[in-house]
């Protein structure tokens, strides 16, 4: 699978910062037709949203996909629960994984796969304290220092 192939619609950037992010998980997503459209035009947000599990059964929630303007009044509600689509022992695996107690499901990012289907890469995540987010800001700021540095020496 070459990057051509995959395009992206939405990214969770702040995820990585956050949380510390285990294993990951491709899911599909049921959607309506409007959203399909209105996510091939880039209109999706997923930086609040997370995954909870209802009667043995994976939900995205406070997702964001923005209305498709062509619907008219047949459009479907930006904000809405969205079932993830997975095989009975993912979900089975990923449901005792989040009854632990601090992990969540966080969605990392969505994407259009070659064969042109909507899928979500979440991540097993477990929340950061605050003394390791300003590890996290020290260690990126010092690469940031270090590549200034070295692109000084080389001119």
Do not use: C
């Not at 395009?7 to 969770?12: E, F, R």
């Not at 091939?40 to 997370?50: E, H, L, M, P, V």
């Amino acid at each position: 699978m070459s990057a051509k192939d995959i395009s992206k619609i939405a990214d969770n950037r702040s995820a990585r910062f956050e949380y510390t992010i285990g294993d990951t998980v491709e899911a599909g997503i049921v959607l309506y037709g409007t959203e399909v459209k209105s996510l091939r035009q880039g209109k999706a947000n997923i930086k609040d949203s997370y995954a909870v599990h209802k009667e043995n059964e994976l939900w995205l929630m406070n997702s964001y996909i923005g209305e498709y303007n062509q619907a008219s009044r047949f459009n479907h509600a930006p904000i809405r629960p969205r079932k993830l689509l997975l095989h009975r022992t993912e979900i089975k695996k990923l449901i005792g994984k989040l009854k632990t107690q601090g992990i969540t499901l966080v969605p990392l990012k969505m994407y259009f796969n070659e064969r042109g289907i909507a899928k979500l890469q979440m991540g097993i995540a477990e929340g950061k304290k605050k003394h390791e987010k300003r590890a996290a800001i020290k260690e990126r700021d010092w690469k940031r220092e270090q590549g200034r540095v070295m692109k000084g020496e080389k001119e």
